[in-house]
């Protein structure tokens, strides 16, 4: 899977490389499916989420340009994935789920794999989390109608946020990065995320 789906479609990084050989996508998805966890395509994990594509796991994580001592906000745990990919990028990932349910086994998982610089968190991700702002960098694994702008405020100056932004069913993933003030956007490329849902992202319709 690394060397076809991952260093094949560009991917350079060699921490990022040498982080999604050590994490085993198979041990975060159901055991029905981990026949097919190296295939380079989502797949569920339960209440109508998904797992993300293992390529955009690896550019998302190269976007954030991690040199091992930043502080990190992930939004969107999901199985967990991506948590433990970060978790070896850099020095703490502070991670929020909106459903229990996944928030919770996620957790239960990273501490049973030895993850300790990482803590899952239930709630609005899209207000982020506050009580331990600033971030160096913020990863949305959600697709958002408009960059969230209370995630843009509890970004460190000099700080990076990787974010899919679009309509429901198709977004463009982008790199914002924060120059003082500044707010500075650029387009990566288009992408296919389920919808973050919350006060700062989509209306929730059916609960
Ligand atoms: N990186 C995860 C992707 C999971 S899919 C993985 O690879 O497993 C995106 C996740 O974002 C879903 O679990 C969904 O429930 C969650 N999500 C959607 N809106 C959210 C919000 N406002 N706050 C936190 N999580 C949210």
């Not at 929020?96 to 990482?118: F, K, S």
């Not at 932004?165 to 389920?194: A, N, S, T, W, Y």
């Amino acid at each position: 899977m690394i060397d076809l789906q991952i260093r094949g479609r560009g991917i350079h990084d060699s921490r990022v490389l040498a982080a999604m050989e050590r994490v085993h996508r198979h041990e975060f998805v159901a055991a029905e499916l981990a026949s097919s966890a190296y295939e380079d395509c989502p797949l569920p994990i339960g209440s109508g989420q998904t797992i993300s594509q293992p390529y955009m796991v690896a550019l998302m994580s190269e976007l954030l340009a991690l040199q091992g001592d930043e502080r990190v906000l992930e939004i969107g745990t999901g199985s967990g994935y991506q948590t433990a990919i970060l978790a070896q990028l850099c020095r703490e990932v502070y991670s929020v789920e909106r459903i229990p349910r996944l928030a919770v086994a996620a957790q239960e998982h990273l501490q049973r794999c030895g993850y300790e610089n990482t803590r899952v968190y239930t709630g609005d991700g899209t207000i982020g989390l506050a009580e331990f702002q600033p971030y160096d960098r913020i990863i949305v694994t959600a697709g958002a109608p408009a960059l969230p702008q209370t995630l843009a405020d509890q970004l460190n100056p000099g700080g990076r946020l990787v974010i899919p932004i679009g309509d429901r069913f198709l977004q463009k993933l982008m790199v914002v990065e924060k120059h003082g003030p500044e707010i500075v956007q650029q387009e990566v490329c288009g992408c296919v995320f389920v919808p973050l849902l919350g006060k700062e992202g989509w209306k929730v319709y059916n609960e």
